[in-house]
Nanobody
């Protein structure tokens, strides 16, 4: 199983980006998918997560109201729509998958993608 994240780039504050994470190898039925990020010199932190059906989502307080996570199981893809980007959103963004009923704990996610860089200039 591989998770391939894409969609990062260099944008200005206030702009939008949409990240995508494609899962290949097999369909992760009943897996919760999450997005995490890691800024230079900081620990990896939780951003958002979505349940298998898409009905349940959770967000970090820092992105609530600006970011939206969604998934298309027919395409084995999870998305992160990021609006009103701020310089503090600059980080490498990783997608991950867990079979556990978990949200923000990175140790509960067994599968990780390679990351995509998001840089927001002021």
């Amino acid at each position: 199983v591989q998770l391939q994240a894409s969609g990062g780039g260099l944008v200005q504050a206030g702009d939008s980006l949409r990240l995508a994470c494609v899962v290949t190898g097999r369909t992760l039925i009943n897996y919760r998918m999450g997005w995490f990020r890691q800024a230079p010199g900081k620990e990896r932190e939780f951003v958002a997560t979505v349940s298998w059906t898409g009905a349940s989502t959770f967000y970090a307080d820092s992105v609530k109201g600006r970011f939206t996570i969604s998934r298309d199981n027919d395409k084995n893809t999870v998305y992160l729509q990021m609006n009103s980007l701020k310089p503090e959103d600059t980080a490498i963004y990783y997608c991950a998958a867990t079979s556990r009923n978990s949200h923000a704990d990175t140790t509960h996610y067994a599968l990780w993608g390679q990351g995509t860089q998001v840089t927001v200039s002021s």
